[in-house]
């Protein structure tokens, strides 16, 4: 019999390449995970891993497994959670993923609100940027992830949501950030986003950044990158500096101090359709639905409206 522990183990292994590398991604040790994979492949009849000098991978057999264990575990979790809450042994856990801006704005108002109101319901939260976050969604690695994209840009293939339930929060628009001594700060009327063509570029994240360059393509010019940063408190410290300008999330700016910087409403207009998004096992279980409820009312009291679609 094929024990959902063990397949556990095996993504480890089949995400890290190695038993040691899996055993502290599990905070376990390596004869444990060793141990593991032997009792998974005499189960399954047929080897799984090929171990080569430098790293394993996956036989046919384990490809296959690794690509149904998401489901497998998925479903199995649902299951658990909603016997324990009809039960009443335990109101449930939820594990929260997030992008930054999200997990400083909307997390803390919607983990707050839930464990005012269900007390006993375990939370956990770990932070990734999309796609990787939508990633550990379909391996099981959280029940609920926090997700953006961007309206102004075409969804690659890989990056739909179609097989997942998808909650809207919030549309973000995003805004110049420049130094306060800058000739667009306290601009009443939007600039056109060609109107910074000149100026050195302050960038986020790798996904942001592409679209950062997209955006100013489109408008007629490459921006002058000098440095780029994922964490939003530098980026507003660079720009306070004068070092450069960047555009940044209306939410990023919720949680940061913006002294010494102005921001400017640009055109295009450039937003992010920020989601909540949940497998379809999971959204039956009973914490992970009251969590999604506190998600939208905490987006709400951002002062956005939920999109429509």
């Known amino acids: 019999m094929i024990e959902a522990r063990?397949?556990?183990?095996?993504?480890?292994?089949?995400?890290?390449?190695?038993?040691?590398?899996?055993?502290?991604?599990?905070?376990c040790t390596q004869p444990a995970v060793s141990q593991q994979m032997k009792a998974l492949e005499q189960s399954a009849g047929?080897?799984?891993?090929?171990?080569g000098p430098r790293e394993m991978r996956l036989t046919q057999a384990g490809e296959a497994l690794v690509r149904h264990a998401a489901?497998?575990?998925?479903?199995?979790?649902?299951a658990e959670e909603e016997v324990a809450a009809i039960a009443g042994l335990r109101a449930g856990r939820v594990r929260l993923g997030s992008f930054p801006s999200g997990s400083s704005t909307l997390v803390p108002a919607a983990v707050a609100d839930?464990?005012?109101?269900?007390?006993?319901?375990?939370?956990?939260?770990?932070?990734?940027?999309?796609?990787?976050?939508?990633?550990?969604?379909?391996?099981?690695?959280?029940?609920?992830?926090l997700a953006f994209r961007?309206?102004?840009?075409p969804t690659p293939s890989e990056e739909s949501w179609e097989d997942l339930v998808v909650r809207p929060l919030l549309t973000d628009r995003l805004v110049g950030v420049v130094p306060t001594a800058h000739r667009?700060?306290?601009?009443?009327?939007?600039?056109?986003?060609?109107?910074?063509?000149?100026e050195e570029w302050i960038a986020g994240c790798p996904r942001c950044r592409r679209h950062l360059v997209e955006v100013c393509e489109r408008a007629g010019f490459?921006?002058?990158?000098?440095?780029?940063?994922?964490?939003?408190?530098?980026?507003?410290?660079?720009?306070?500096?004068?070092?450069?300008?960047?555009?940044?999330?209306?939410?990023?700016?919720?949680?940061?101090?913006?002294?010494?910087?102005?921001?400017?409403?640009?055109?295009?207009?450039?937003?992010?359709?920020?989601?909540?998004?949940?497998?379809?096992d999971l959204a039956h279980v009973p914490a992970v639905d009251?969590?999604?409820?506190?998600?939208?009312?905490?987006?709400?009291?951002?002062?956005?409206?939920?999109?429509?679609?």
């Not at 990734?128 to 990633?135: G, I, Q």
């Not at 961007?150 to 840009?153: A, P």
């Open 46 to 51: 047929t080897p799984l891993l090929v171990r």
């Open 184 to 198: 667009l700060a306290g601009r009443d009327e939007p600039a056109p986003i060609g109107e910074l063509s000149d």
């Open 71 to 78: 489901g497998i575990i998925a479903g199995l979790t649902a």
């Open 222 to 280: 490459s921006p002058r990158i000098d440095f780029a940063t994922d964490d939003y408190p530098a980026v507003v410290g660079l720009v306070a500096a004068g070092l450069g300008v960047a555009v940044l999330p209306q939410l990023a700016l919720e949680a940061v101090r913006s002294t010494g910087v102005a921001t400017v409403e640009l055109l295009p207009a450039v937003e992010r359709e920020i989601v909540a998004l949940t497998l379809p």
């Open 114 to 145: 839930m464990r005012a109101h269900h007390p006993g319901t375990k939370i956990s939260l770990v932070e990734a940027e999309p796609p990787r976050s939508v990633e550990m969604l379909r391996a099981g690695d959280c029940d609920i992830t």
């Open 150 to 153: 961007y309206v102004d840009l």
């Open 6 to 27: 063990h397949l556990r183990v095996l993504r480890a292994v089949a995400r890290t390449g190695s038993f040691s590398a899996a055993a502290r991604d599990l905070g």
């Open 290 to 309: 009251m969590m999604l409820g506190r998600l939208a009312r905490a987006a709400l009291r951002l002062g956005s409206r939920p999109d429509a679609a």
